[in-house]
């Protein structure tokens, strides 16, 4: 018997906050994602969050159901499935 091809999608939908401006920005992702590449298109997308020594932005994860934990995304070879992050879940950029 064969099974019909079921194809979830690996997409997730995170809200990007810039802690310096306030802006939210809206993304579909890939959950395998890594948090590097992340880092990139936020650094891309909000131009203004490259630390004045050039270096990648700073990212924290918020749950979208336990806003309280606040989790470092410290480890930049890691994937957002890593964190754990689900669709509607907050990223914040330092």
Known sequence: MVRPNVKQSNLIKIRVLNQQTGAIWEK???RMI???TLQGL???HFQTVM???G???QLTYIDAKYPE???PMDNSAKTLDFYSVQDGDTVIVK
């Open 28 to 30: 579909r992702v890939p």
């Open 34 to 36: 890594t948090v590097q």
């Open 55 to 57: 270096s990648l932005p």
């Open 69 to 71: 934990l606040m989790v």
């Open 51 to 53: 630390n004045v020594n």
């Open 42 to 44: 936020v650094a891309k």
